[in-house]
């Protein structure tokens, strides 16, 4: 098998969105556009409630998916198709926007830490205009792969090395996400398709990727080059990541704010259907 190598590593850039949520966007900047299906990575954490009290109030979606994964804090997310619900600490929201959504999701606390991710995942033009969806998990419905030298996965979507599946179901680009603790002197292994793009995110700790054991450290993001083989070790300490991999759609991308599909036409029907409130 060919292993996957680090090819380029990034700590993203500050930003800020909703009504003014601090954080580090990752994947979606001038820096680093895109990494097909994934059109974006959002990393937010801070025990300052000035820094993301105000949330992200009601917006609109079409064309790709948000999941929002929570390492500490409570979010509530609430839509026009009847969904509500809120996630805790390794809770997981994955919403399919299809032909169009109105959320929010807004923080349930006033004090103390909130901390976790938001990405998104295009969808294929076949779907993009599909019915929404919304699937939510608490921690307690996600599986965790406990290993015997004391190495656990949080398998969120796709499935382990040792064959644990995960608890979303997307049948659109079949994405691995996987939330994983390795401990001092261990390796991670995972087979992947070799069409794969894949990426881990360095929640805390420093690893050595691949063959070459190319060095990726805390708050990192690291893109792997192409093969089916990912290798991740450790040595001097315990280390937790995120491992995110899918086949890209190798489709054209058209943005336009809350929405994104395959031209400018279709981003300005997005738009003059929000207008006209057909969401």
Request: proline share 6%; glycine share 10%.
């Amino acid at each position: 098998m060919n292993t996957k190598e680090l090819q380029y590593s990034t700590p993203g850039i500050p930003a800020s969105d909703g009504a003014g949520v601090n954080m580090t966007r990752i994947i979606g900047s001038p820096e680093l556009n895109m990494l097909d299906p994934f059109l974006l990575l959002d990393a937010f954490g801070s025990d300052k409630p000035n820094d993301y009290l105000a949330g992200f109030p009601e917006h609109p979606h079409r064309g790709f998916e948000t999941v929002t994964y929570m390492l500490a804090g409570k979010m509530r997310h609430k839509d026009n198709a009847g969904n509500e619900g809120v996630i805790e600490q390794h809770g997981v929201q994955w919403m399919t926007a299809g032909k169009g959504i109105l959320h929010s999701e807004m923080p349930e606390q006033e004090e103390g830490l909130l901390a976790g991710f938001q990405l998104w995942v295009n969808l294929p033009k076949s779907n993009k205009m599909s019915e929404p969806k919304y699937q939510e998990f608490k921690a307690a419905d996600i599986p965790v792969e406990r290993h015997d030298n004391g190495s656990f996965i949080r398998v969120i979507a796709g499935k382990t090395e040792l064959g644990t599946q995960g608890v979303i179901n997307n049948e659109f680009v079949n994405p691995t996400y996987l939330d994983v603790t390795l401990k001092q002197g261990e390796t991670f292994n995972q087979t992947v398709s070799g069409l794969d793009n894949s990426m881990i995110y360095m929640i805390t700790g420093n690893a050595e990727i691949g063959s070459n054991l190319a060095p990726l450290t805390e708050k990192q993001l690291g893109i792997l080059t192409s093969g089916s083989q990912v290798t991740i070790k450790t040595k001097a300490q315990d280390i937790r990541f995120l491992f995110i991999s899918a086949k890209p759609l190798n489709e054209p991308v058209a943005r336009g704010g809350p929405f994104v599909m395959n031209t400018q036409a279709e981003i300005v029907q997005a738009f003059d259907d929000y207008k006209a409130n057909k969401f």
